[in-house]
């Protein structure tokens, strides 16, 4: 009986240890300092206005590397879809002082929930459609990530965030194309659908806000 003991314990300790060695593998990433799930609120730009409090309804920043896993290159996405935002950003310096490589309308990447295709359906190919759209492009002023310098809401400390990111909108332009054959709903019948071309900027509708917060601890008592 006890050698059978010994045995289910080894079992045991030996699946631990592998466990372990997986979350490292998982949690390998070259942006772990930006990484993290974070409660925000917003603020204006000076910091003196609060549109969006911590009790609205728990929502969070979600922070985490690109495929590339490329140091400083980051996704960043609002779960809620307050803004929404779900877009890349290539950074300059490090966690705990950085800002975007570029402010360059030009130069910066897409806003993925800011440019996804129309809801309504074409008719016809080459037709085209341009929609005003909010905060397609994205760049961050300044940021800081800073270890224990903030206070969940139980009263511990915590890493804090601090963003102040400018939204460009502007327009964005789609145009229509045959579906192939192997793709249609029924081969028979001609469907059409929407492709991105691109977009356009209207840098008269700017915006700038403060997303401030503090990474999620996974402590029940610490959450909103």
Known sequence: MKKNIIYISLILFSFTINSCNEDVEVWDSNTLNYSGTYFWELL??????????YDYDGQKILIYNTSDNVENEIWMEDTEHIFPLKSKFSLQGNSESFSSTSTNFDELTNNLLA??????????SNEELVE???YIRNFIVEGKI??????????NPVDSLYIKIKLLSGTVKFTSYSVPVNLRADPEVEE???????????STRDESYVISGYRK?????DDH
């Open 44 to 53: 204006s730009e000076d910091g003196a206005d609060t549109f969006l409090s």
């Open 115 to 124: 440019v996804e295709l129309p809801s309504s359906t074409p008719s016809a």
């Open 132 to 134: 005003d759209r909010d």
């Open 146 to 155: 800073l270890s224990d310098a903030g206070t969940t809401a139980s009263g």
């Open 192 to 202: 059409f659908a929407w492709e991105y071309v691109g977009v356009t900027y209207d």
């Open 217 to 221: 601890t996974g402590f029940s008592e």
